[in-house]
């Protein structure tokens, strides 16, 4: 069965940085368009960016330019490098998939990961 599964969130100070990672199975990844999402209590799960098959990625506004979204085809992972983190940045970052080459312009994905908690701290 398709398993995401996150990892590399933690605690750290504004300014600082994290690598998530996603390590996928039960798919074929490499022609699935894989994004990761983010959630804060009481407000809207987000996107934060997507890649699709062709290695095409786009980006939330809120973190172009200090986000970078990658994915390896032979070790079927994703993942999320995040620098200069900002507190506004605090949320749980999740990794998702969906059975298209290309990325949705909504969260119309099908396989969703279990989160990792990023908090950033002023």
Known sequence: QVQLV????GSVQAGGSLRLSCA???FSFTRHCMAWYRQVPGKEREAVATINGAFTSTY???VKGRFSITRDNAKYILYLQMNNLTPEDTAV???ATVAKW???DGPAYDY?????????SS
């Open 93 to 95: 970052y999740y990794c």
């Open 6 to 9: 996150e990892s590399g969130g």
């Open 112 to 120: 969703w990961g279990q989160g990792t908690q990023v908090t950033v």
């Open 102 to 104: 290309y990325c949705p």
């Open 24 to 26: 996928t199975s039960g």
């Open 60 to 62: 939330a506004k809120a």
